[in-house]
């Protein structure tokens, strides 16, 4: 769908939105419907961005709409103070509670997260059944409504405009998010730790703005729920509405941001549906939803990873026969962004000396030294297994050295972490391609500025940051008109070929403007015009002063290339010296075509054999 189509859909929606309630032959019942649903819209864009972007697998929104809820019912009803001081308690305490619970159960990983999250759901249910000045399972009845300069938002349709324009709010906010630096450091965590943190991204403290971001959507869904019911008891935010929550945003499509509002509207009314047809038919009141929604969850999890929300997107698409994906601009930015001061031609830039990284009895890489000089492609070769990718993770700050040391511009790094590694000015490409690859070559590249500017949360949620977001994306496109991708920017990166994604992950390590460029095997997998070309992309870089590290495979590509070579085998340096002296060293020799003899001799022995 292009821009102007949204645009379209967009203003119907906002109409529909704004006359509903007027219309007199609207129900009753359609208007409370619709509070619900915007309501848990709420909930579900915080764990769109936390779950569906992130990564990250909370059940337990319900206890955070819970804290807003009851924090408000309290001091609304028995302290007596106004529903508006109660929207800041509820926003503050489920500020401060995520946040203290994000710094803890985010460091867990795998499975533990989302049992973590079901642990805490429960711990609050019990909580508010528990606590007397919260009226234990009775709850707290008698809340008052919200007013908004003396007008009481007491009936059903007043409240809803105070809903939907928090919803449309919200919208807006969590779109700014994702489109943002922030956003791109929420969306890297889902490739794992270690190619964002390689880009000078703060994996941990992302985690922990993606759940006080969604914390603090339920928390205000909860203010807003219980002024708009007028009561609160335990019941509503027991572990179930947690999983409901979770399932609206799968079903609605976890990544995408309408898709929240959209699962919403249909689990809520599929509820309703379920709960009124059911004991017709069955002649029991039992909660069947419950087992329908659970279902409906395998076959989404099954046939439409993504929920149903692109699949309408797609299905509209076609009958209108417009394009379908959504093009992110790039905007004129003002001003380059600033480049780091790089050392002159010739300059030592990196010194290695005697690394070593012992896997239990394993050593895979046993005390190499070499060194790199500003404006040299330096190559690192030798067969599989040799330990030239876990020497890159050494240098790079992945793996802690064993014993050892390395120096980058006179500074010791080697016990740095990958992040003030980046910051220094390396920037690196992974053997196994490690982009996003839902998101746009584009953006993936944008992903390597993070560390030129410093745009913070609030300035991205309400988009007050365009000059920077520009210069970010205009460097982006820069890069990769450099390394001749000029034509794709906008194509997802999953779309790409395998040798092209290794060409994006070069343009993603350049935006960071590094001095030092460590590429780990960028010609496997490219046919032989587009190494030529790599080759020339090279061999620039190298003319404009930048230092590059080369681990390949492609012997022609190396000893064109590279102005010195470091040869390894089973972890040890075996020789080292210009392309010349290394490829009639004997014991090269040896190593490479010792192996390619015997496998020539099995061959023919096969065939004698045949
Ligand atoms: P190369 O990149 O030269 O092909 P690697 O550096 O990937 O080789 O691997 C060198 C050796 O270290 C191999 O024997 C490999 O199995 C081992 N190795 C690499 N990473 C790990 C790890 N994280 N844990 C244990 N062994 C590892
Ligand atoms: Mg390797």
């Known amino acids: 769908m292009n821009n102007k189509m949204k645009r379209l859909f967009l203003a119907i929606f906002l109409v529909f939105l704004a006359v509903l309630p007027v219309f007199p032959a609207t129900p009753e019942f359609w208007i409370n419907q619709m509070n619900s649903i915007g309501i848990a819209s709420l909930v579900v864009l915080g764990l769109v961005v936390l779950t569906g972007v992130g990564g990250l697998t909370s059940f337990g929104q319900a206890a955070f709409v819970g804290i807003g809820a009851y924090a408000t019912a309290y001091l609304s009803t028995s302290a007596g103070y106004s529903p508006w001081l109660g929207l800041v308690l509820a926003i503050a305490l489920t500020f401060f509670v995520s946040y203290i619970l994000g710094q803890i159960t985010l460091r867990l990983s795998g499975h533990y997260l989302p049992l973590a999250t079901i642990a805490v759901c429960l711990v609050f249910y019990y909580l508010y059944g528990n606590m007397g000045f919260l009226g234990r399972h009775d709850g707290i009845p008698g809340i008052p409504p919200i007013e908004i300069f003396g007008f009481s938002l007491l009936k059903a349709k007043h409240v809803y405009y105070l809903i939907w324009v928090l919803v449309l709010f919200a919208v807006w906010t969590s779109k700014n998010l994702l489109d943002s630096r922030p956003g791109r450091a929420i969306r890297s965590l889902k490739s794992g730790a270690g190619m964002a943190e390689s880009f000078g991204v703060h994996t941990q403290y992302y985690k922990v703005v993606a759940f006080v971001y969604a914390g603090v959507l339920a928390g205000l869904a909860g203010w807003l ?45 599929m509820k309703d549906k379920i709960q009124d047809i059911v004991p017709a038919l069955l002649n029991t009141t039992a909660n069947f939803e419950m087992v329908v929604f659970g279902i409906l969850m395998v076959l989404i999890l099954h046939h439409a990873r993504e929920g ?42 990196l010194e290695v000396n005697d690394i070593r990284k012992e896997f239990g009895g394993l050593v895979a890489v046993n005390d190499i030294s070499f060194s790199i000089k500003a404006g040299e492609i330096m190559g690192l070769i030798g067969p599989n297994g040799a330990g030239k990718s876990t020497s890159f993770n050494l240098i790079t ?63 991205s949620l309400l988009h007050i940051e365009r000059d920077a977001e520009a210069q970010m994306l205009q460097e982006a496109k820069k890069q990769l008109e450099r390394v001749g991708l000029g034509d794709y920017i906008h194509e997802q990166a999953g779309n ?73 085998d089973f972890g040890t340096k075996i020789a080292e010296g210009t392309p010349e002296q290394v490829q009639t060293n004997p014991v090269v020799l040896e190593a490479y075509l010792g192996g390619v003899d015997d496998d020539l001799s099995i061959s023919v022995q096969k065939d004698a054999t045949a």
């Open 308 to 349: 149903l929300w692109p699949i309408l997107v797609n299905f509209f698409s076609r009958i209108t026969g417009r394009q379908l994906a959504p093009v992110r601009e790039v905007p004129q930015a003002a001003s380059a962004l600033p480049q780091r001061a790089k050392p002159g031609h010739g300059q030592l830039i």
């Open 496 to 568: 790409l070929s395998l040798g092209q994604q290794r060409i994006v992950e070069i343009a993603r390590a350049l935006a960071l403007d590094p001095t030092l460029l460590l590429l780990d095997e960028p010609a496997a997998g490219l046919r032989y015009k587009e190494k030529q070309e790599l080759a020339k992309v090279l061999s620039a870089l190298r003319d404009e002063g930048m230092s590059i590290l080369l681990v390949e495979h492609d012997m022609d590509f190396v000893m064109r290339l590279t102005n010195h070579l470091v040869v390894m």
């Open 225 to 269: 729920y219980a002024h708009e019911q007028r009561a609160v008891s335990p019941s509503t935010f027991g572990i179930n509405y947690g999983i409901e929550y979770l399932f609206m945003a799968v079903i609605g499509g976890s990544a995408s941001i309408w898709g929240a509002v959209f699962g919403s509207a249909l689990i809520l009314t």
């Open 397 to 459: 700050g992945v793996h802690s050295l064993t014993s050892g040391s390395v120096r980058f511009m006179g500074q010791e790094i080697g016990s740095l972490s990958s992040r003030k590694i980046a910051a220094l000015g390396v920037g690196r490409t992974f053997q196994h391609v490690q982009l996003l690859p839902t998101m746009s070559v584009l953006e993936n590249v944008a992903l390597g500025t993070h560390l030129r500017t410093n745009t913070g949360i609030v300035q």
